[in-house]
């Protein structure tokens, strides 16, 4: 059925889980050594909120959801997103309000597909990439086609495929970063977390987004050790026994349920 100019389209949503995976883990820094890992847990359901002038896709804490639309794209959300999507006859618009997203993008190119991150806009007319919007920047890996990023000083950049680009005020430049970095940044769609020397502090911050009660950095001396390896996104408990058989780190476990980590003893809790 045609499409009338600017009428509002449905999103067609269809949730569809993660597939569940034999996780095999290997770790390829010394500071972590091998691990054998278990199936990862389900992902749950995302939700959809609906209002008269645009459809609101989410996911809560520690959910991901893969999102359908009528145009024939698709949206897969990371945990904690929320995107107001807005389809009609001359346009398609997502304005991503906070959080991570792979979008696949049918071709319509009387339709150009414009992400709006407030201070930038990333248009394509078909094409796969990925946008996490960090507190102070957003960061754009493209899959594959070709996308147009503008700013808003009116700097507008091509960013191809197996091409990044870090988007923030006064910053907009493309890099073709190598392998390694695009499938870090895209391991979550497969259920993983990738580790290439972050730190401790970094790599705690990605397994909570996935926790329900977080993993605390309880000592300031191993906030910055540095570890590499791949685990599945339900694997913070592999990743906790990884750290504490390679440093020597203490794991307790609090009364609430989150996890502290630290050289010497923390009060209240019990060791893992």
Request: proline share 3%.
């Amino acid at each position: 059925m045609a499409v009338a100019d600017d009428e509002e389209t449905p999103v067609a949503v269809a949730v569809e889980p993660l597939p569940l995976v034999q996780r095999h883990i290997t770790r390829r820094s010394a500071a972590i050594g091998l691990l054998a890992a278990s199936t990862a847990g389900a992902v749950g359901l995302g939700r959809m909120l609906l209002s008269s002038d645009r459809n609101r896709v989410a996911t809560i804490h520690g959910q991901q959801r893969l999102t359908r639309l009528a145009d024939g794209s698709s949206i897969r959300l990371n945990s904690g997103t929320t995107l107001d999507v807005s389809l009609s006859g001359s346009r398609r618009v997502v304005r991503m309000i906070e959080g991570e997203a792979l979008f696949d993008v049918a071709r319509d190119r009387r339709r150009p597909f414009v992400v709006d991150l407030g201070d930038a806009r990333v248009q394509v007319i078909g094409t796969s990439f990925n946008i996490r919007k960090r507190l102070d920047r957003a960061e754009l890996t493209v899959t594959s086609g070709l996308v147009a990023v503008s700013d808003i000083d009116g700097q507008t950049i091509r960013v191809g495929a197996g091409e990044t680009t870090l988007i923030r005020p006064g910053l907009l430049a493309a890099a073709n970063p190598g392998e390694a970095l695009i499938r870090q940044r895209t391991a979550w769609q497969d259920g993983f977390i990738e580790l290439n020397d972050e730190t401790i502090e970094e790599a705690v911050a990605e397994f909570n987004r996935y926790r329900d009660k977080p993993i605390l950095v309880a000592d300031p001396r191993i906030g910055s050790l540095v570890v590499s390896g791949r685990f599945g996104i339900r694997e913070s408990r592999e990743f906790v026994d990884a750290l504490k058989s390679s440093f020597a780190i203490n794991a307790v476990t609090m009364p609430n349920g989150s996890i502290a980590l630290s050289k010497g003893e923390v009060a209240l809790g019990h060791a893992e």
